[in-house]
């Protein structure tokens, strides 16, 4: 039996146990008089992780919880300044700070590695959430507000505003999200039948009243669940919650839970449309989806289930339902949606195709169901079943953290069984359940039955058919003048001139220099000295490089070889044929047969291009081509003649299948458009200065979509299709001619095990080859305008600086940080209404960049911009700002990565001759910069004359704003 875990007198133990798949020790404790649970993973990791989630079950679309969040980190009773969570942002050296609403519960996580700072963040944490002083202008600058258009003119329009409710405008122009939220209202008649971030439409109709009142319900400790992990023992968290909040709170009866949905005595065809601007052809853009509602998710029998049919049919280019899918002619690509959504309280089962026609409804669903059958008749092979087992496996020992903190994703995994009153010890301790899972799958039928009781004879189903309508968008941009208008007209000029007075009590509030000071914060002096490099050893003629991590039973590889010169029918290719390499045939082995094996041996192959610029000389560029996978050690042979197949035998012959990834890819990358709109953006405006941007922003950028949006028309002629193979032939042939050398990553004793049997990739007699040195791609214009399917602005403006090797970089790096504390967040976000905005230096390219993210202005933004800079140059920011900003760089430079990621990086920089003397030379310089630094590379750099400006605008910008469009002489694009 696990020992019990020390913990707290104010709280109840109730349970310990000891997870050895994950190496951590959950314990269960219960707060005794509140009933506010705590569930701590004790693990030897110093980056520790706290989250406090609140069961939050809206009942309409006004995205009361999605504001709340919002609201709630703008005072609290302990701290009463403006905007506490991005001051802490600035003041601290966390690893992780954010707040999240789902559409069942609102978390408020952040990680630290530095005690002191974890402390910090706590206390203003926990006041945030249990004390928050919800001012009403709070409520008007995050959730919405009406002003005039012209604040001197009481008979100008009417308009709305708010940092949250433009947010969603820009959420809701992804065809995605609007695509899952249709689904989801029509499956479900409770809190999932609403959009719980916010429906633009409705975000207007939450008074203040109602969100002090969902307040006041859900944000109680009896509804609180509280989490931690690393190495910080649960006690004492326990004692700060305590006397920091929770001894302030008596018990609440209220039990707040998602109530079952109503099931269907029929399954049900609906259509709804989306809006797709300024398009004269509406053909192949429809989207065709099937949903089921299942099981509930806290059954973690049912969850299991539910993934394994769900890995059978969709996982991969060979599972019967995908298959069919990627191929039918009835559309261009599988839906975005296809798999099982698992975090809310029911399971929804999602497949369909996009792409398509309003008229294939009925041929798509027997599409589906027909395979769906097929599959309940036939049962799938055992090599099939264990595949999916062995990625259940893999993905349960897997050590993440190069995005959110490890502690985090646990956390997380482990929070939606917590919100509703399960166990989220059985979803982090998976192998008993996979070992049940496993004895069922022996009795016969097991896995046919699942797919017809689940799904076949499962009548809680919907076929919806989503399609472009070209005149939705005017119709909402309408409907909100309309209801303006009304609005206005039941207004006195009184009341005109009291929306007037709470415009200027917002923008005195926002302009108004809060008491820093009565917010924790760490300094300088709490920065660690150095920095951890990962050990290594170099095998004979540097064939290998070995990096021992704990990794956990997993071994990763990668081979690399350096980048020959290019021309830009090539380059421009190069991204296509990393994506396809491992997505084709191999040898005598179909696409089919290789999808298959690759599930059954590894968890997950990729291969990517890394192009950077040389050390030595800025507009030099340098490139390698690597392929790289991860899998458990017992399949480490396997996956070593997978990569060397994939390197020595691709077949670029499979044209049907090339068609299909083309298609596929084209479809991902413009339905990403509108979630990525401030990366295009700044890929776009940086363009021109250095080669290195050109070539970034022709292979990844707007260019890019261009591109393959032209050739995916271009590919409907077989004489262009087999052209096409010929040239992906022809460019692995360039690829594969390098001196190839691999990287392993693994636990010591592995690594031993594999150097014994096969330490790296056979690959052949290298060539002699001419290394990528120049970009062959000509500069795009220099300011640009891109109309898109968007309802908001992503604004960007870039200045050539210098790369990251240079003296001036690290004054430039700590200069973004500077102009977005004390200049943009509050001209941008909290008075002009984005979503976000700020500045930053790009070391790799040499551009210093200016952006924008879901932003409801465009010309006040580009001034902004350089507001920000005379700002600067006015010398009024204080030392405190400028040591601010050189914590959030620093913080940043030392994020810990996974086991496994901090290696690549490490190995990657090796490559391109940056050594980790040089990271830390870096370090010491951003701790070091001065007044004097940041002035000096402000006035060298950042002359407004110099700046190249991109914006991604609206369809009918180009009408709307034709005059600025002239005078700020924009090239006019359409994605």
């Not at 990627?326 to 792409?355: H, K, Q, W, Y």
Request: with cysteine.
């Amino acid at each position: 039996m696990t020992q019990a875990l020390p913990h707290y007198e104010s709280f109840e133990h109730l349970n310990t146990q000891h997870i050895p798949s994950l190496d951590i020790t959950v314990g269960h404790f219960r707060h005794k008089v509140t009933g506010a649970e705590h569930y701590h993973l004790a693990s030897n990791n110093d980056e520790n992780v706290f989250l406090v989630a609140l069961r939050t079950v809206p009942q309409d679309s006004t995205g009361v919880a999605h504001i709340l969040e919002h609201t709630a980190l703008c005072g609290s009773e302990k701290y009463p300044v403006r905007d506490p969570f991005f001051m802490m942002l600035r003041r601290s050296l966390n690893t992780f700070m954010n707040a999240f609403t789902s559409s069942d519960w609102t978390a408020y996580p952040f990680a630290s590695q530095t005690p002191k700072d974890f402390e910090n963040l706590l206390q203003v944490y926990l006041d945030a959430v249990f004390f928050s002083n919800l001012d009403p202008l709070d409520f008007a600058q995050e959730g919405h507000r009406i002003e005039l258009e012209d604040s001197e003119d009481l008979n100008s329009d009417l308009v709305y505003k708010g940092v949250v409710f433009n947010e969603m405008k820009g959420a809701m122009s992804s065809v995605n999200s609007t695509l899952w939220q249709t689904l989801s209202g029509e499956l479900f008649d409770n809190t999932y039948h609403y959009n719980s971030g916010g429906d633009p439409e409705c975000i207007t109709d939450l008074t203040y009243d109602q969100l002090k009142a969902f307040y006041q319900t859900h944000y109680h400790p009896s509804n609180a669940i509280f989490m931690t992990f690393g190495n910080m023992p649960a006690d004492y968290h326990q004692q700060r919650f305590e006397e920091w909040a929770l001894h302030r709170f008596d018990r609440s009866d209220a039990r707040i839970e998602v109530e079952l949905a109503t099931p269907f005595e029929q399954a049900k065809r609906v259509e709804h449309s989306y809006c797709l601007d300024d398009s004269d052809d509406l053909s192949g853009k429809t989207h065709i989806v099937m949903g089921w509602k299942l099981g509930e998710s806290q059954d973690l029998m049912a969850q299991l289930e539910a993934h394994l049919i769900t890995n059978l049919l969709l996982e991969n280019s060979a599972s019967p339902l995908m298959a069919k899918l990627e191929t039918s002619s009835l559309g261009n690509s599988p839906s975005p949606l296809c798999g099982l959504e698992d975090s809310m309280r029911e399971m929804v089962f999602c497949c369909g195709i996009a792409g398509s026609e309003p008229e294939h409804l009925e041929a798509a669903e027997q599409l589906i169901l027909g395979v769906l059958e097929e599959c309940a008749n036939a049962g799938f092979s055992d090599e099939d079943i264990e595949a999916v087992l062995h990625q259940l496996e893999l993905h349960q020992r897997e050590i993440t953290g190069d995005g959110m903190p490890y502690g985090l994703n646990l956390i997380l995994q482990g929070l939606s069984a917590a919100t509703h009153y399960a166990d989220p010890v059985k979803v982090l301790n998976l192998e008993p359940a996979l070992a049940q899972l496993k004895e069922n799958i022996k009795s016969p039928g097991y896995v046919q039955n699942l797919i017809r009781e689940r799904l076949l004879h499962n009548k809680h189903r919907v076929t919806l058919v989503l399609k472009p309508d070209t005149e939705l968008s005017a119709a909402k941009i309408q409907a909100e003048k309309d209801k303006l208008q009304a609005v206005k007209n039941t207004l006195s000029e009184d009341d005109l001139r009291a929306l007037v007075k709470q415009s200027e009590a917002l923008q005195e509030r926002q302009n108004s220099q809060d008491d820093s000071s009565i917010l924790p914060k760490v300094t300088k002096n709490d920065v660690a000295e150095h920095l951890h490099e990962p050990t290594y050893r170099v095998g004979e003629d540097a064939a290998y490089t070995l990096y021992p991590a704990g990794t956990n039973g997993l071994i990763y590889r990668e081979v690399v070889a350096r980048l020959a010169q290019l021309n830009a029918q090539e380059l421009q290719l190069l991204p296509l044929y990393a994506d396809f390499l491992t997505e084709v045939g191999l040898g005598a082995q179909s696409y089919l047969d290789v999808q298959k094996r690759q599930s059954a041996a590894v968890g997950g192959i990729h291969a990517h291009a890394m192009i950077r610029g040389s050390k030595t000389q800025a507009d030099t560029l340098d490139g390698y081509f690597a392929l790289s996978s991860k899998a458990l050690i017992d399949k480490g042979e396997q996956q070593l003649e997978l990569l060397q197949d994939t390197l020595n035998s691709p077949r670029f012959d499979e044209l049907k299948r090339l068609r299909e990834l083309v298609s596929q890819r084209t479809q991902r990358r413009v339905n990403a458009i509108t979630g990525n709109g401030h990366s295009l953006a700044m890929s776009a405006a940086a363009a021109v200065h250095t080669p290195l941007a050109t070539v970034q922003d022709s292979l990844g950028g707007l260019p890019a979509i261009a591109y393959l949006k032209e050739l995916n028309k271009r590919l409907d002629s077989n004489n262009d299709l087999e052209a096409f193979a010929h040239e992906l032939t022809k460019l692995h042939q360039n690829v594969r001619t390098g001196e190839w050398q691999s990287l392993l990553i693994g636990e010591e004793q592995a690594l031993d095990s594999l150097l014994a049997s096969a330490p790296h990739a056979q690959l052949g007699k290298p060539q002699a080859i001419t290394p990528l040195q120049s970009s062959p791609f000509d500069a795009a214009s220099t300011k640009q305008l891109w109309l898109a399917d968007t309802q908001v602005y992503f604004c960007a403006k870039a200045y050539a600086t210098v790369s990251s090797d240079h003296p001036d970089a690290p004054a430039l790096t700590v200069l973004g940080g500077l102009l977005r504390n004390g200049f943009l967040h509050r001209a941008i976000r909290e008075q002009g209404g984005a979503y976000g905005g700020g500045a930053s230096q790009d070391g790799g390219t040499g551009v210093f960049r200016f952006y924008s993210y879901r932003d409801p202005r465009f010309a006040e933004t580009l001034n902004d911009f350089d507001a920000s800079i005379t700002w600067l140059l006015s010398n009024t920011f204080s030392d405190e700002a400028l040591d601010e900003s050189v914590l959030g760089v620093i913080a940043a430079l030392d994020k810990p990565a996974s086991p496994a990621g901090a290696c690549k990086q490490h190995f990657h920089n090796r490559l391109f001759e940056r050594s980790h003397a040089d990271k830390e030379a870096f370090r010491r310089a951003v701790l070091n910069c001065t007044r004097d630094d940041i002035l000096r590379v402000a006035q060298q750099y950042l002359a407004p004359a110099d700046a190249l400006i991109a914006v991604i605008a609206p369809k009918g910008t180009d009408s709307k704003e034709a005059t600025l469009i002239s005078e700020l002489g924009l090239q006019l694009n359409k994605i």
